[in-house]
């Protein structure tokens, strides 16, 4: 690797585990070295190690983390895969009908941010009975008529 390789950032190659019968050897980005073959599991990409016979010959070892250093310097890392958002929160009918009666509760409940605003939307939503969504839509317009988040409570400021 050379002294060229200290002046870069460092890079995770190589990592393992140890218990008290065995280890596990696992390389970062062990998907993209070696032959294609499938290597990382549960107990890293050579298996259970119980003893120095279970790694693989010295040389083999020594050009997977070559190979793996190699990857590391020059390789830009995977990309994760990004999560669809969730859709926009839809507000319960009745809730909406009661939020237009009270505009200053509209309007703070718009300043939320979607999250916060979804809180409010599902706890209305999920209300198996018609007098427990009425009682929690007044408690709800209540609530952001002062500004409050549904879980204002448990916030710290």
Known sequence: ??????????????????????????FW??????DDEAKAGAMGQFGRLESLEDLPADA?????IGEAA???????????AK???KPPPEIHPEFAAALAKAPQARAILEGFPPSAQ????EWIAEAKQDATRQKRIATAVEWL??????????QTR
């Open 1 to 26: 690797m050379g002294h060229a390789r200290l002046s870069r950032e460092r890079q995770i190659v190589l990592i393992t585990s140890a218990f008290k019968a065995h280890a596990a050897l696992n």
């Open 29 to 34: 980005r062990g998907q993209e070295i070696g």
């Open 60 to 64: 083999q070892l020594d050009t997977l």
């Open 70 to 80: 190699a990857i590391a310097n020059t390789a830009a890392p995977p990309r994760k």
């Open 83 to 85: 999560h669809a958002p």
């Open 118 to 121: 979804r809180d409010y939307f």
């Open 145 to 154: 008529s002062e500004g409050k988040r549904r879980h204002w409570k448990y």
